[in-house]
């Protein structure tokens, strides 16, 4: 089974920059669908981005549009979330998922329809 494992939480100033990492291992061969979700606390885990297999499509947040990329390095078995302008509102707990390739296309804002889950990442934006 695939293993997530995130990184580059941390601490920063409004309106800094930070880049998360998420390497997933466990199934070579296999096609991902990878997203990101955040969880604050006393809130419900709420979709971030997300980014299909090939790379082709990216799909966001309307509270984060224009502000967070998304993207993937297959070769590396990595996605990434370039977090720009970040916001007080921003804090929180970074988790990121996996959706094992399939005829149906699913919908990836939603945390439903991934197969695994990383633990998490903190991310605490200071005002």
Not at 104 to 121: A, F, I, N, R, S
């Amino acid at each position: 089974q695939v293993q997530l494992v995130e990184s580059g939480g941390g601490l920063v100033q409004a309106g800094g920059s930070l880049i998360l990492s998420c390497e997933f291992s466990g199934r070579t061969g296999s096609a991902y669908h990878m997203g990101w979700f955040r969880q604050a606390p006393g809130k419900e885990r709420e979709f971030v981005a997300a980014i299909t297999w090939s790379g082709s499509n990216r799909y966001y947040a309307d509270s984060v549009k224009g502000r967070f990329t998304i993207s993937r390095d297959n070769a590396r078995n990595t996605v990434y979330l370039q977090m720009n302008s970040l916001k007080p509102e921003d804090t929180a707990v970074y988790y990121c998922a996996a959706d094992l390739w399939r005829l149906t296309m699913p919908d990836l804002t939603v945390p439903q329809p991934y197969d695994y889950w990383g633990q998490g990442t903190q991310v605490t934006v200071s005002s």
